[in-house]
């Protein structure tokens, strides 16, 4: 079975300044999905990025990017310019292409300090 | 379209009761999954539905716990026979087949077993 950790229980960031997110997880497939999900305290948990394992171009959305190291089995995220607006838990997930559920880690809660 | 609609979002309920919570998915998504999530923890997952069949459902979820999606529209949750140990969030998602799309998540439903 699949496992997907973030060693990060909780992070920190300077507004405006830039912070990542590490995960990693543990798959014996070759094809696989990663995603990103941000949970804003009580709301409800929005899709942030997402990666292809066959892809070897990392995936950026606006302020968003991943550094995906397959063969280290490393998702982490980065967040450029940070925003007040960014805090929250944020969840790793991978999902096989045979599954239809998702893996998720137990989350980083990012703080953003203006 | 309005998202993913989950009713009620907090039910207070006495050990041994049994409750019931209500999932309205995205109309054109397919696919839809129930995870559970306690406090500084990931969602962890319970059951997925695709139209109306239940493809897979967690070997931790015991008996007590059952999920129907009758005309693979919206789907209910029952718990019966409550126990404190289910006090949780529940949260409703859904996506299309496809394995690189990311879930949709609802707002979720607060349960606390007293």
């Known amino acids: 079975a699949q496992t997907v950790t973030q060693s990060q229980p909780e992070m920190s960031v300077q507004e405006a300044e830039t912070v990542t997110l590490s995960c990693t997880y543990d798959?014996?497939?070759?094809?696989?999905?990663l995603f990103w999900y941000k949970q804003p305290p009580s709301r409800q948990m929005i899709l942030v990025i997402r990666?292809?394992?066959?892809?070897?171009q990392n995936a950026t959305e606006n302020r968003f990017s991943v550094n995906f190291q397959k063969a280290a089995k490393s998702f982490s995220l980065k967040i450029s310019d940070s925003q007040l607006g960014d805090a929250a838990m944020y969840f790793c997930?991978?999902?096989?292409?045979?599954?239809?559920?998702?893996?998720f880690g137990d989350g980083t809660t990012l703080t953003v300090k203006p | 379209d309005t998202g993913v609609s989950q009713d009620p979002r907090h039910k207070i309920t006495k050990r041994g009761q049994n409750v019931t919570f209500r999932c309205d998915p995205i109309?054109?998504?397919?696919?839809l999954y129930w995870y559970r999530q306690t406090l500084g923890q990931g969602p962890e997952f319970l059951t997925y539905?695709?139209?109306?069949?239940?493809?897979?459902k967690s070997r931790l979820l015991s008996d007590r716990f059952s999920a129907e999606r009758p005309k693979g529209s919206f789907s209910t949750l029952e718990i019966q026979r409550t126990e404190q140990g289910d006090s949780a969030m529940y949260l409703c998602?859904?996506?299309?087949?496809?394995?690189?799309?990311?879930?949709?998540f609802g707002s979720g439903t607060r349960l606390t077993v007293v």
């Open positions: 990666q292809e394992a066959y892809k070897q």
């Open positions: 109309s054109e998504h397919n696919r």
């Open positions: 998602a859904s996506s299309l087949i496809e394995p690189n799309y990311g879930y949709t």
């Open positions: 539905f695709q139209n109306e069949a239940q493809l897979e």
């Open positions: 997930a991978y999902r096989s292409p045979n599954a239809g559920k998702s893996t």
């Open positions: 798959t014996s497939e070759s094809d696989y999905y």
